[in-house]
């Protein structure tokens, strides 16, 4: 489960990790087609939408180096993305790399943003 691996301590982020973790998964059990990776990417994107808005939405402003970040990863995942689509990559390195990238970033940027802002669940 997503939340034994890294939480970010704040539900409604945790549960946007939890979902694209799940949905990569999926696929990974093979309980989920390759049609459903094309739901990844805009997945993520939205968590990163949505991840801004909590902090907005508390008053505070998102911090411009964790925008920064979330500039380079919707490039990165564009990338994976590409790569997946043209056979460069597989669905399991697809869902590997994104996975990857995931957890890198709730580790090295989420867990400092929620300690910073208190939104501690």
């Known amino acids: 489960?997503?939340?034994?691996?890294?939480?970010?301590?704040?539900?409604?982020?945790?549960?946007?990790?939890?979902?694209?973790?799940?949905?990569?998964?999926?696929?990974?059990?093979?309980?989920?087609?390759?049609?459903?990776?094309?739901?990844?990417?805009?997945?993520?994107?939205?968590?990163?939408n949505h991840e801004e808005k909590i902090i907005e939405r508390m008053g505070s402003v998102f911090p411009d180096n964790h925008k920064r970040e979330h500039q380079r990863l919707s490039i990165l995942l564009r990338s994976y993305e590409v790569d997946w689509q043209q056979g460069k990559r597989n669905g399991c390195q697809f869902t590997a790399a994104v996975q990857k990238t995931l957890k890198l970033h709730v580790i090295d940027f989420d867990v400092k943003l929620i300690e910073r802002f208190n939104c501690v669940y």
Do not use: K
């Open 1 to 48: 489960m997503w939340h034994s691996i890294v939480t970010a301590r704040n539900l409604e982020i945790d549960l946007d990790h939890a979902n694209i973790s799940q949905m990569l998964r999926q696929y990974n059990d093979g309980q989920a087609s390759a049609t459903s990776l094309h739901h990844v990417v805009p997945a993520f994107l939205a968590h990163i």
